[in-house]
């Protein structure tokens, strides 16, 4: 019986030692699969950055090729070398727009990326594009920051109203509330609070400034009045947000962006002679906002009709934006209001595009066998007619003291703003 009790124990001692050895194996296999796993994910992270740094490769690549274009249309320059240069820039086919480059290494139809004389990571842009002409124009404002934008519209388009459409979720204190805070629309007034006190959920008042002038010619006195059939160069709007904070504005579009107000540039301008009585010159302008942004797109919107611009003709125009109190995404577009246009799919005659302001450039990395695609726009200042955003731009006091004087010490920092 002792016998039959010792073997007992052994068969108990072996169970316990296979098990043993199994649940051992089962965490070492499961160990090395968290490890083949982990060095999996690094390697593909650090491909896919390599493949974002490839397709960000062909974005400079696409930069350097628009200098190129602008100095090939320099005025006085081959009209017919411009137009082959505009031909290859917006070219459909991939790469051509930067194959005018004369350092960039094709190889099929791909551009090899070259870091000290080799490619050892194996990098290439597969497809760059470049469009020229754009249906708007995007951008993004810090609070009380500004922005000059030319409104410059491809050849043979006219246009006679701006949509500033400006204020989305990114903007948003809070990422998980997306009721926008508003001046209640039945206001009677519209007050200018301290920066401290303006809600952070609340869009910002923007400065909308139109600046002209006819191709028929002008003088410097005519940015400063209207004419006698409100023909004006100059105009200036103060954007006030209003509605019902959290309740979506019931006049949308189907992009679920607020259906836009019409107002006319020249309604209430604070500076131009003489002064409209309709209005107090200095009122600032509310317009109906959405007050909840759950479905996207922009709160605030609004259709900025320009006036004919004096002695008539063509005009060369620039809006001025600026935004006071918060930071703000925006988005412009041109319209010519005497034709359609669906603003949702860009169709129509009266969609004016943008020419060569902020051309769109499309751009695919590879590295190995991992892609990555980039979309970004390109602020494309015009060489040949320079202008400056702003004289003086300041976010606090400015404080100016000017001496005339032959002593030496009465030029010492006396200026307490």
Do not use: H
Request: hydrophobic fraction near 35%; glycine fraction near 6%; proline fraction near 5%.
């Amino acid at each position: 019986m002792s016998i039959n009790q010792n073997k007992q124990r052994g068969a108990v001692s072996l169970f316990v030692v296979v098990f043993a050895a199994l649940l051992i194996t089962i965490i070492t296999v499961s160990f090395v699969r968290i490890m083949i796993s982990d060095q999996q994910q690094a390697s593909t992270t650090d491909l896919s950055q390599s493949a974002y740094d490839s397709a960000q490769a062909g974005v400079e690549d696409a930069k350097r090729a628009l200098l190129r274009y602008q100095r090939v249309c320099d005025p006085g320059g081959d009209p017919t070398a411009c137009n082959s240069a505009k031909t290859q820039i917006s070219s459909s086919t991939c790469n051509d727009s930067v194959k005018t480059l004369s350092d960039v290494t094709v190889s099929g139809d791909e551009i090899k990326i070259e870091t000290g004389g080799s490619n050892s990571l194996d990098q290439a842009y597969t497809c760059v594009k470049i469009n020229l002409d754009t249906l708007d124009y995007l951008g993004s404002l810090s609070a009380n920051e500004s922005k000059f934008i030319p409104l410059q519209a491809v050849s043979g388009s006219s246009f006679d109203t701006v949509q500033l459409e400006w204020f989305n979720s990114d903007d948003l204190a809070d990422g998980s509330n997306f009721n926008v805070n508003l001046q209640s629309s039945g206001s009677t007034s519209w007050p200018l609070l301290l920066q401290n006190s303006w809600n952070p959920n609340r869009p910002s008042i923007m400065r909308t400034q139109l600046m002209q002038f006819s191709s028929n010619g002008f003088n410097l006195g005519d940015f400063d009045k209207q004419n006698a059939t409100s023909q004006s160069n100059a105009n200036t709007l103060f954007l006030y947000p209003a509605g019902v904070t959290g309740t979506a504005n019931t006049n949308v579009t189907a992009t679920g962006t607020p259906g836009p107000d019409i107002r006319a540039m020249n309604n209430r301008d604070i500076r131009t002679v003489p002064k409209t009585a309709k209005v107090p010159a200095s009122t600032a302008l509310p317009i109906t906002c959405s007050g909840n942004l759950t479905t996207g797109g922009y709160a605030c919107s609004a259709k900025l009709q320009l006036p004919v611009p004096i002695n008539g003709g063509d005009r060369t125009s620039f809006m001025y934006l600026g935004s006071l109190y918060n930071k703000t995404n925006y988005r412009v577009t041109l319209l010519d209001s005497t034709k359609p246009c669906d603003q949702a799919t860009g169709v129509g005659a009266g969609c004016v595009k943008f020419n060569a302001v902020q051309p769109e450039v499309d751009s695919t990395g590879r590295t190995n066998d991992l892609f990555r695609r980039v979309q970004t726009r390109i602020e494309l200042t015009d060489v040949n007619f320079p202008y400056p955003s702003s004289e003086v731009e300041i976010t606090g006091n400015l404080c100016k003291d000017f001496r005339v004087t032959d002593n030496i010490a009465d030029y010492q920092n006396n200026c307490t703003p």
